[in-house]
Protein backbone atom coordinates (compact mmCIF):
# COMPACT_ATOMS: atom_id res chain seq x y z
CA UNK A 1 0.00 0.00 0.00
CA UNK A 2 1.46 3.46 -1.03
CA UNK A 3 2.42 5.84 1.60
CA UNK A 4 -0.85 8.37 0.67
CA UNK A 5 -2.58 5.83 1.27
CA UNK A 6 -1.61 4.35 4.74
CA UNK A 7 -2.30 7.82 5.87
CA UNK A 8 -5.54 7.56 4.46
CA UNK A 9 -5.66 4.09 6.15
CA UNK A 10 -4.63 5.18 9.94
CA UNK A 11 -6.38 8.64 9.60
CA UNK A 12 -9.83 7.00 8.81
CA UNK A 13 -9.10 4.64 11.73
CA UNK A 14 -8.62 7.26 13.97
CA UNK A 15 -12.27 8.66 13.13
CA UNK A 16 -10.26 11.86 11.96
CA UNK A 17 -11.19 14.14 8.77
CA UNK A 18 -8.13 15.57 6.33
CA UNK A 19 -8.81 18.93 7.84
CA UNK A 20 -8.78 17.43 11.68
CA UNK A 21 -5.41 15.90 11.37
CA UNK A 22 -3.99 18.89 9.29
CA UNK A 23 -5.07 20.68 12.32
CA UNK A 24 -3.47 18.33 14.63
CA UNK A 25 0.01 18.51 13.15
CA UNK A 26 -0.13 22.51 11.84
CA UNK A 27 -0.79 21.59 8.31
CA UNK A 28 -4.54 22.47 6.23
CA UNK A 29 -6.73 19.59 5.03
CA UNK A 30 -5.72 20.08 0.88
CA UNK A 31 -2.18 19.08 2.23
CA UNK A 32 -3.16 16.59 3.63
CA UNK A 33 -5.46 15.23 0.98
CA UNK A 34 -2.67 16.15 -1.23
CA UNK A 35 -0.70 13.52 0.57
CA UNK A 36 -3.08 10.63 0.86
CA UNK A 37 -3.46 11.25 -3.43
CA UNK A 38 -0.22 10.85 -4.24
CA UNK A 39 0.70 14.10 -5.38
CA UNK A 40 2.97 15.42 -3.01
CA UNK A 41 4.98 13.02 -0.17
CA UNK A 42 5.60 14.73 3.22
CA UNK A 43 8.52 16.17 4.78
CA UNK A 44 10.58 14.13 7.30
CA UNK A 45 9.32 16.47 10.20
CA UNK A 46 5.70 16.08 8.48
CA UNK A 47 5.63 12.89 8.31
CA UNK A 48 7.12 12.57 12.45
CA UNK A 49 4.09 14.18 13.22
CA UNK A 50 1.47 12.70 11.21
CA UNK A 51 2.85 9.12 12.77
CA UNK A 52 2.85 10.55 16.06
CA UNK A 53 -0.78 11.67 15.80
CA UNK A 54 -2.28 8.66 14.65
CA UNK A 55 0.15 6.87 17.14
CA UNK A 56 1.91 4.39 14.94
CA UNK A 57 5.82 3.76 14.33
CA UNK A 58 7.53 5.74 11.76
CA UNK A 59 8.82 2.96 9.70
CA UNK A 60 5.33 1.41 9.65
CA UNK A 61 4.17 4.55 7.65
CA UNK A 62 6.70 4.46 5.20
CA UNK A 63 7.36 1.15 4.18
CA UNK A 64 4.59 -0.98 3.69
CA UNK A 65 6.37 -4.22 4.82
CA UNK A 66 6.71 -2.90 8.18
CA UNK A 67 3.52 -4.45 10.81
CA UNK A 68 1.24 -1.57 12.61
CA UNK A 69 3.14 -0.85 16.10
CA UNK A 70 1.61 1.82 17.93
CA UNK A 71 3.76 4.19 19.75
CA UNK A 72 2.25 4.70 23.21
CA UNK A 73 2.78 1.29 24.34
CA UNK A 74 4.42 -0.47 26.87
CA UNK A 75 5.36 -3.09 24.49
CA UNK A 76 7.53 -0.15 22.38
CA UNK A 77 9.30 1.11 25.87
CA UNK A 78 10.30 -2.37 25.80
CA UNK A 79 11.58 -2.49 22.24
CA UNK A 80 12.98 0.49 22.59
CA UNK A 81 15.41 -1.12 25.08
CA UNK A 82 15.79 -3.88 23.09
CA UNK A 83 17.67 -1.97 20.46
CA UNK A 84 19.79 -0.90 23.24
CA UNK A 85 21.16 -4.31 24.26
CA UNK A 86 23.88 -4.14 21.64
CA UNK A 87 25.65 -1.43 24.00
CA UNK A 88 26.80 -4.38 26.32
CA UNK A 89 29.27 -6.37 26.17
CA UNK A 90 28.91 -10.05 24.92
CA UNK A 91 29.24 -11.25 28.70
CA UNK A 92 25.98 -8.74 29.82
CA UNK A 93 24.32 -10.02 26.96
CA UNK A 94 24.80 -13.55 27.49
CA UNK A 95 23.33 -12.58 31.28
CA UNK A 96 20.42 -10.61 30.19
CA UNK A 97 19.40 -13.40 27.55
CA UNK A 98 20.14 -16.22 30.76
CA UNK A 99 17.82 -14.43 33.17
CA UNK A 100 15.27 -13.47 30.10
CA UNK A 101 14.84 -17.34 29.77
CA UNK A 102 14.60 -18.24 33.08
CA UNK A 103 12.08 -16.11 33.40
CA UNK A 104 10.21 -17.24 30.15
CA UNK A 105 10.95 -20.37 31.75
CA UNK A 106 8.99 -20.04 35.04
CA UNK A 107 6.32 -18.33 33.16
CA UNK A 108 5.82 -21.29 31.83
CA UNK A 109 6.07 -23.46 34.11
CA UNK A 110 3.34 -21.32 36.04
CA UNK A 111 0.88 -21.07 32.60
CA UNK A 112 1.15 -25.38 32.57
CA UNK A 113 0.70 -25.73 36.70
CA UNK A 114 -1.65 -23.75 36.51
CA UNK A 115 -4.03 -25.00 33.90
Known amino acids: MPLGE ?3 HLRT ?3 LSQAQLAAAIGGDGRQISRYENGKITPSLDALARIAQHL ?3 LDHLVYDHI ?3 PLNTTTNHIDGRLTQISELD ?3 Q ?3 L ?3 DALLTRTRLHAI ?3
Open 6 to 8: RIK
Open 13 to 15: QAG
Open 55 to 57: DTS
Open 67 to 69: PHR
Open 90 to 92: END
Open 94 to 96: QAL
Open 98 to 100: DHL
Open 113 to 115: TNS
